[in-house]
């Protein structure tokens, strides 16, 4: 992968836009929660290795993302963002040794706090709980929403960048992929949120086999996508050399 001065001039945004959020993270207080944010960091942070490969672009998808939204809706933002950093950076770290690439981690670490710093801060905004048409499960749609394209549009961008390709093919082919993802691990956090209240920081580990199981569903349903795709270049790769 091929970082172009464009590109280091795209992070350097997202490093900007992330330092932005979280001095408006700071600023915004919220307080802390010790006992949940460590829950969550050791659940987020443990299972951010679990990633599934996207076909047909150079991205991936952690299956800890139920984790960041509890953090988002349970935790100040500023808590919400030191979780997703630590996820960042553990996601970033390679499994085969090799170097570790310090561009590859600032701008994952960026966009990772500034998804979640901003889902964060919109959730807890004062303006929007105050108004009576807005409901919890509102608010949860809208977070996610920001989560959602705070992750998936730099990305886009950077594999635009890096790889070449069109921007919104790109966004448009990992949407397709992930955006069920999104939706399902909004209602599994739902559902904990509305039982945390009764039984705590315990309710986070009832995500866990949740999780496993739509982890190993995506990894087989990406695994024959990718053979789907591979097959009939093979064939045609194969055509051509006869």
């Known amino acids: 992968m091929t970082y172009t001065r464009l590109t280091k001039a795209f992070i350097g945004f997202m490093v900007l836009a992330a330092a932005g959020t979280i001095g408006d993270a700071i600023l915004q207080g919220q307080g802390w929660h010790p006992l949940l944010a460590v829950t969550l960091l050791l659940a987020a942070v443990g299972t ?3 990633k599934v490969t996207i076909p047909g672009i150079n991205g991936n998808m952690s299956v800890n993302l139920p984790f960041l939204l509890l953090s988002v809706i349970m935790l100040s933002a500023t808590e919400s963002i030191l979780i997703a950093c630590a996820c960042a950076i553990m996601q970033t770290l390679p499994k085969d040794g090799s170097k570790v690439k310090p561009i590859r981690v600032l701008f994952n670490v960026s966009m990772m706090a500034f998804s979640c710093g901003a889902a964060g801060l919109l ?36 594999v635009a960048l890096t790889d070449g390709g069109a921007v919104r093919r790109i966004w ?4 397709q992929m992930s955006f069920p993802y999104y939706v399902v691990s909004a209602g599994v956090t739902s559902m904990v ?7 705590g920081w315990i309710a986070a580990f009832l995500v866990l086999p949740v999780m496993y199981v739509i982890y190993r ?3 087989l349903y990406f695994a024959r996508a990718a053979a789907a795709v591979a097959q009939p270049m093979a064939m045609a790769a194969a055509g051509a050399h006869s």
């Open 48 to 50: 951010s290795r679990m």
């Open 193 to 199: 949120n509305s039982i945390g209240h009764n039984i």
């Open 217 to 219: 569903s995506y990894r």
């Open 123 to 158: 959730f807890h905004l004062q303006l929007l709980n105050r108004l009576s048409w807005v409901s919890a499960p509102l608010l949860m749609a809208v977070s996610t929403a920001t989560l959602f394209l705070g992750q998936t549009l730099p990305v886009s961008v950077v």
């Open 172 to 175: 448009a082919n990992i949407a």
